[in-house]
């Protein structure tokens, strides 16, 4: 299972708060069951709001891999390495 991304937890955070608010001012309820049921219709709402955020893709495509050169910087290397015969 994916782990929901930054954006998904800030929408549904901000939806369940302004939800919450917006349902108990118009409600105007103030029985205990009036307020745990708006409070999980609020949850289920945000929920609902951080699934549908769309997940990020990448849009760069996929780097190929470099050719190995470590045979030739090996032959450079031995070449350098010789030095001329003495006198």
Known sequence: M??????QIAYGSVTVVFSTLA??????TESGIGVAVIAMAALGL???VAMTVPAPTSAAPAVPAAPERVPA???VLAES???PAGP
Request: hydrophobic share 45%; no cysteine; glycine share 4%.
């Open 46 to 48: 945000g929920l609902l």
């Open 73 to 75: 910087q090996r032959a």
């Open 23 to 28: 349902m108990l001012l118009l409600s105007r």
């Open 2 to 7: 994916p782990r929901p991304t930054t954006a």
């Open 81 to 83: 390495v010789r030095e």
